[in-house]
Nanobody, 124 residues
């Protein structure tokens, strides 16, 4: 059984930085792509960032390009989301997800395991 546990979310001021972590249980973590999504109140869950199984392929939502960086440590079964220059519109619950394959994907339908989420609140 795969479990994903996010951490690192908190209240931060606009312009600040945070690093989210997602620890994965289960085998073969290094063979699957991983992704970060977020959901703000009253809005649909949206794609934020994805990384392929090698760590060499990444993609980002336009709204976070140049500010967020996704990375992974396969030895620790952990994926990270480094968030800089945070804006109030980044406020959301952030979810980590494991893809069905090693290929990075921006579609939430490509992911079959999800964490419980971690709250990020950016004050103006």
């Amino acid at each position: 059984q795969v479990q994903l546990v996010e951490s690192g979310g908190r209240l931060v001021r606009a312009g600040g930085s945070l690093r989210l972590s997602c620890a994965a249980s289960g085998n073969y973590f290094s063979t699957y792509a991983m992704g970060w999504f977020r959901q703000a109140p009253g809005k649909e869950r949206e794609f934020v960032a994805t990384i392929d199984w090698t760590g060499g392929g990444t993609d980002y939502a336009d709204s976070v390009k140049g500010r967020f960086t996704i990375s992974r440590d396969n030895a620790k079964n952990t994926v990270y989301l480094e968030m800089n220059s945070l804006k109030p519109e980044d406020t959301a619950v952030y979810y980590c997800a494991r893809a069905r394959s090693g290929q990075a994907s921006t579609s939430r339908f490509s992911y079959n395991y999800w964490g419980q989420g971690t709250q990020v609140t950016v004050s103006s």
